[in-house]
T-cell receptor
Framework: DTGVSQDPRHKITKRGQNVTFRCDPISEHNRLYWYRQTLGQGPEFLTYFQNEAQLEKSRLLSDRFSAERPKGSFSTLEIQRTEQGDSAMYLC?????????????FGPGTRLTVL | TQLLEQSPQFLSIQEGENLTVYCNSSSVFSSLQWYRQEPGEGPVLLVTVVTGGEVKKLKRLTFQFGDARKDSSLHITAAQPGDTGLYLCAKGSGNTGKLIFGQGTTLQVKP
């Protein structure tokens, strides 16, 4: 399977705990995005990487959230001191980043439930 | 804040019926994408429309981009249960290519 993969698919945690999600993009894609999606809504942009550089972060990304893409390949999203409001689907997407090309390929997401 | 308004938010129809989903914005798009998302999965790109007035067809799905490039529609002919899912419109924003999504239309097609 050469698509975008995410791990874990589901995570249940207690409020206050830290969680980390992983995304493996399509291998030749240099752009990587994280989105958050709550039930019945469209995804909302969280952050963007061009290779290993994090070039944009949404205001939705509070200081409890941190994302990395250390070697320009896989990426991790960590949430510290989780809150119930963090419960959502976290989606990763990647793209080639060609000029004028916005096609993004999404992973299956990690569903986070904070109790 | 969602800059794209989709309507209706929820649609439940019988197999064989036709339906149209709308995506509107107060600002002009350079391009617009339509995605379909099944429960527990990520969105999958259906089509990208770029030119005002453009019409694209994908089997029983017809996508139209408004002349002024501020609106788009998705029409499904003879809907089938396999069409059930969340339909999302999205536009690219800025140099990063990040996507701004509408809130989606949840379609349920009953057999």
């Amino acid at each position: 399977d050469t698509g975008v993969s995410q791990d874990p698919r589901h995570k249940i945690t207690k409020r206050g705990q830290n969680v980390t999600f992983r995304c493996d993009p399509i291998s030749e894609h240099n752009r990587l995005y994280w989105y958050r999606q709550t039930l019945g809504q469209g995804p909302e942009f969280l952050t963007y990487f061009q290779n290993e550089a994090q070039l944009e972060k949404s205001r939705l990304l509070s200081d409890r959230f941190s994302a990395e893409r250390p070697k320009g390949s896989f990426s991790t999203l960590e949430i510290q001191r989780t809150e119930q409001g963090d419960s959502a689907m976290y989606l990763c997407a990647s793209s080639l980043g060609l000029a004028g090309e916005n096609e993004q390929f999404f992973g299956p997401g990690t569903r986070l439930t904070v109790l | 804040t969602q800059l794209l308004e989709q309507s209706p938010q929820f649609l439940s129809i019988q197999e064989g019926e036709n339906l149209t989903v709308y995506c509107n914005s107060s600002s002009v798009f350079s391009s617009l994408q339509w995605y379909r998302q099944e429960p527990g999965e990520g969105p999958v790109l259906l089509v990208t429309v770029v030119t005002g007035g453009e019409v694209k067809k994908l089997k029983r799905l017809t996508f139209q981009f408004g002349d002024a490039r501020k609106d788009s529609s998705l029409h499904i002919t003879a809907a089938q249960p396999g069409d059930t899912g969340l339909y999302l419109c999205a536009k690219g924003s800025g140099n990063t290519g990040k996507l701004i999504f509408g809130q989606g239309t949840t379609l349920q097609v009953k057999p």
